[in-house]
């Protein structure tokens, strides 16, 4: 397992995560960690998957940075980090973040990364910037269609409701990043289903065929994740659960992790 620094012969007592559902109890709210932007990931699920998949000093990409969790992990972590997002806001409320950091392996800009042309250019400024040629591992947490809207920047994909849009979009989006990612090293999708018309449109499944139709990689794992403290979806006395009961829909409570292997 040359590509990550853990300790095999000590495996008893990582707390890596090795099983397909990960049930966590509450939010890291440590550090740098703040609940403060809709649709910001938890911060377990990329520690786990940094010190499961990358070694110190590697080279981590978040192509959908938002407000900056997998940056603060590998501050912690003490991985090279190059972040974008669309938001500039959120690119200003993290250097503000970072303003008294002694931590500086890392790059973070505005990107459109559905734009090939800025995106070359932002992922090898980063990449000089850390005297790096390639990224070692990378995370894609992409909005869940238009079910919050981020910005009202053209290319948003928080802007696009048409399904076949919006995967063709992601797609071009991996095929701007994934060139920069070492062959046969790791990346994750993290995503959710979302609720249209009346019926569940299994977003996450989607995503994941159309990486497996459009590159050669292998789907190294499908993890289910839920959280307890979800917000106003605890227990069964919850407004969540009346309108569930009053209808015909379950309630949301889960996300995937697909992790692939790039073989180009």
Sequence with gaps: MKFNDLNIYNWKQLDIDVNSLWIIKERDKSGKHKNIYHGNFIPQIPNQLIRRFTKKNDVVLDVFMGSGTSLYECELLDRKFIGFDINQNMIEYVNSQMLNSKFNN???????????????????????FLNEN???????????MDIVKFTDIENDLSKISDLKTFVQTFI???????????KNRYFALIIGDVYKNGEVVPLSFYLMD????????????????????????????GIWTYRAM???YYIFKHEYIFV????F
């Design 106 to 128: 890392y790059y973070i800009h505005y990107c459109d990364v559905t734009n090939e042309t800025q995106t070359k250019i932002e992922i090898e400024t980063g990449l000089t």
């Design 134 to 144: 390639k990224a070692k591992f990378i995370l894609f947490h992409p909005p869940y």
């Design 172 to 182: 071009n989006v991996c095929r701007n990043t994934l060139q920069y990612l070492e």
């Design 210 to 237: 159309a990486i497996k139709r459009n590159f050669k990689t292998k789907l190294k794992g499908i993890i289910i994740k839920n959280i307890e403290g979800n917000k106003g979806k605890l227990g069964k006395n």
């Design 246 to 248: 009053n209808s015909d």
């Design 260 to 263: 692939f292997k790039k073989e």
